[in-house]
Every structure is written in C-alpha cells, then in structure tokens.
C-alpha cells in the first residue's frame, strides 16, 4: 500500500504561482511513476504531468506546458507541481497519483483557486 498527502493548494491571482507538493508513504520503493491530476466539478480527472521515478522523464497537457514543471525528490518518495502564470481556468482540486506494478494509488486532493 501506498499513501499519498498533498499540500500547496490555495488562492492566487491570475499570473501567480503555486507549488504543490506530494508525499508518498507506505511502500514507496514500489513506485515507478508519480503525476498530477485535476478535476473541476461535473468534469472528468484530468491528468496534468506525470514522470517517472527512475527516468525522470516527464510528460505534460498541452494546456500546462511551458507554465507548470512536475519534479521529484532523489528518494523518488515527493513529487511537486511548479505552477506559474495560473490562469483561472487552472482552479481545481488537484490529485497527487502513483503508480506501482499492476496498482495505482490516489490522494485526498488540494484545492487551487485562481481568481481573474
């Protein structure tokens, strides 16, 4: 099992940024990709960036490139979520995810709230 906390979340103006943050517990040297999710009401999750734990190669929306970064700790154990120049289309609650051989695993979700 693996457990996931995030923090970071909050208020900003347009143009602001962000960090987000994710740590990962339990047995975390099960891991092999951490990402970031987001879901606005009445809409689907969508994934935001995702990178790999031994690689760390990263992917990304094309709605976030070139304004957010996903990063990782050398444990591989906390995943963060640079985001600059938000937009209020970027409010949201935002998913910490890992995954390991044949399981996935989720957060409780932090809310980011962009005002225009």
């Known amino acids: 099992q693996v457990q996931l906390v995030e923090s970071g979340g909050g208020l900003v103006q347009a143009g602001g940024s962000l960090r987000l943050s994710c740590a990962g517990s339990?047995?975390?040297?099960?891991?092999?990709?951490m990402g970031w999710y987001r879901q606005v009401p009445g809409n689907q999750r969508e994934l935001v960036a995702t990178?790999?734990?031994?690689?760390?190669?990263?992917n990304y929306a094309d709605s976030v490139k070139g304004r957010f970064t996903i990063s990782r700790d050398n444990a591989g154990n906390t995943v963060y979520l640079q985001m600059n120049s938000l937009k209020p289309e970027d409010t949201a609650v935002y998913y910490c995810?890992?995954?390991?051989?044949?399981?996935?695993?989720w957060g409780q979700g932090t809310q980011v709230t962009v005002s225009s």
């Open positions: 995810k890992a995954w390991t051989w044949g399981r996935s695993f």
């Open positions: 990178i790999t734990v031994g690689g760390g190669s990263t």
């Open positions: 339990g047995s975390t040297s099960s891991i092999n990709m």
